[in-house]
């Protein structure tokens, strides 16, 4: 009983303690989407390249490899996403090409296979 006592007592203070996986919208490094990225098409996992965090509060066209390390995107597929998001991706440097919508746990490649470059997330707390 006393245990008892003294873990609901604790309670509060462990949990307080823990670090939010992601943070929130002002932190500097909050990502809003994180997807599995593939090389190949059909999410394949022989393909898989690696998880690839979108950061920001989104509201604008983003390159998906920030870094010019990537191969060529093929599939995509977002495994979490901040709530109120919602991804489109597209083949040119614009986000002027056709969108394609990336639900949570859904593969998307685009309709020729074309690599995906860029990603536009909208969330509630986007900058307009």
Known sequence: MHLQTLLLALLPTLSTALPSPQGGPGDPDFYNTVA?????????????VWADPIFGRGGMCQKLDRNDNTPDIVSYK?????????ANLYTDDGCTSKAYAAPVGV???????????????????SDA
Do not use: H, K, R, W
Request: negative net charge.
């Open 36 to 48: 599995e990225i593939y090389s190949g098409p059909d999410c394949n996992p022989d393909s898989f």
């Open 78 to 86: 977002v495994t979490s996403q901040y709530p109120g998001c919602s």
């Open 107 to 125: 593969c998307v490649q685009a309709d020729d296979l074309a690599p995906f470059v860029m990603a536009f997330v909208e969330c509630p707390f």
